[in-house]
């Protein structure tokens, strides 16, 4: 009897079709979409993300905002943490295994083996999964920058979002954050209201100037939407009014301004929940590995009992910038491990003033930084740093109240697969 495939035999093999694994370009997507009779056009109103920061939360804000107000949400997302199901959300839930099965062997199938990078063609199979499937409102994040990123083949949105933007993936998209934000807006479509956070002054110029060259409509943070901590809670305010709120269930404060975000973008199209579903929505909240806390697994067990371990995806310095603001006053052990190519000593320096030492690891089975190379780097900013082969034997020498694991996405999703704390 032969064994029924499987998502991971099929994902290998997909990973396989062209030789790079990053290839900014729309062409190898328009074909297939066509192939496949272009699902990205019948999919439900769009609402598509781009920025540096942030893209994930404002997404789970868009769909805690709108399931709360019984709306039935797909979402796309990348990177996944532990199962690459994690990047199709449907209606009810992640994408079943035999139903991304189903989609895979048939763009697998109608591309016929020509080049095509495993983004691409996986985030087509997205598309079409997401055109069988009964819902009111798509979300999708941008991979990489944005004007030639696989998910800006999308037309007629219903909207376009930019969280904030900064140094990041210098090697594809630019050494300037002007140069990164002039990728980033590339999603700006004539006629689709696009609404920006806060950002330096030179990305905020670039998204103005792609705005005003395609007559696009632009809301901004500040000047048309303000979001304020208020005592326990928050206050947002716009052109319909000001709003008492509860703080989101994401910790730190800069996932006000997703939240703020996000909120703007419903209120200004009509479509926000009620105030009291609102308060519900960010009361429920949830997005893994943002400041989230662990609390189970057997990396506890290396840990002195009642110490608190903590985990964030955070790997460039302007999510640094975030962390350290969110931490501002306390002293964490910081475990951390980053991929090359990461601004390593940066992400260091803005985190010395909360760091009581810094534990370096290696990222299993990925190109990431010599754990000695970034203890040297956090030596350089004064503070105390050795290297270590893995996570645990790290926390073993932790000897802080609180510890913070963090520097990539996939630590941070090999952390919560050690935990047992698999995103759902």
């Not at 390593?344 to 010395?352: I, P, T």
């Not at 030596?379 to 270590?388: K, Q, T």
Request: charged share 20%; aromatic share 4%.
């Amino acid at each position: 009897m032969i064994s029924p495939l499987s998502s991971d035999t099929l994902l290998a093999r997909l990973h396989t079709l062209h030789p790079k694994l990053i290839d900014l370009s729309l062409g190898r997507t328009e074909r297939l979409l066509a192939a496949l009779g272009h699902p990205e056009r019948r999919l439900p109103p769009v609402l598509h993300v781009a920025g540096t920061n942030g893209k994930g939360s404002t997404v789970a804000h868009l769909r805690a905002l709108l399931e709360a107000d019984g709306k039935r949400v797909q979402t796309y997302i990348s990177p996944h943490l532990v199962r690459f199901h994690e990047r199709i959300r449907l209606s009810d839930g992640l994408i079943s295994e035999a139903k991304l099965v189903d989609v895979l062997t048939r763009c697998e199938a109608v591309n016929g083996g020509r080049p095509i990078t495993f983004f691409e063609i996986t985030m087509v199979a997205a598309f079409v999964a997401f055109t069988e499937d009964d819902a009111d409102y798509c979300i999708v994040e941008v991979g990489l920058g944005g004007r030639y990123d696989s998910t800006n083949v999308l037309e007629g949105k219903l909207a376009s979002l930019i969280t904030p933007i900064g140094l990041d993936h210098q090697s594809f998209l630019g050494d300037t954050v002007a140069q990164i934000a002039g990728e980033k807006a590339g999603i700006v479509r004539k006629g689709t209201p696009v609404f920006s956070a806060a950002q330096e002054p030179e990305a905020m110029a670039v998204i103005e100037a792609e705005a005003a060259v395609t007559n696009t409509p632009l809301k901004v943070a500040r000047r048309d939407w303000t979001a304020m901590v208020d005592g326990e809670g928050w206050t947002f305010s716009d052109a319909a009014g000001t709003l008492r709120l509860p703080m989101p269930a994401l910790a730190g404060a800069h996932q006000i301004g997703n939240a703020a975000l996000a909120l703007a973008c419903l209120r200004s199209l009509g479509i926000a929940p009620a105030t009291d579903r609102i308060e519900a929505a960010l009361k429920a909240v949830s997005w893994p590995a943002r400041l989230q806390p662990i609390t189970r697994g057997p990396l506890l067990g290396s840990l002195a009992k009642g110490t608190k371990l903590w985990l964030d995806g955070g790997h460039n310095p302007h999510a640094a910038e975030a962390l350290a603001r969110a931490l501002a006053g306390r002293r964490l052990d910081l475990v951390i491990g980053m991929l090359e190519g990461k601004d390593a000593a940066e992400f260091l320096r803005v985190m010395a003033p909360v760091a009581a030492s810094v534990k370096a690891v290696p990222i299993a089975g990925e190109a990431c930084h010599d754990p000695e190379h970034l203890a040297d780097l956090a030596r350089r900013v004064g503070l105390e740093a050795d290297a270590f082969p893995d996570v645990r034997s790290a926390l073993r020498e932790c000897h802080s109240s609180e510890v913070l694991i963090s520097g990539s996405l996939y630590l941070a999703g090999q952390v919560l697969n050690a935990s047992g704390m698999v995103p759902d």
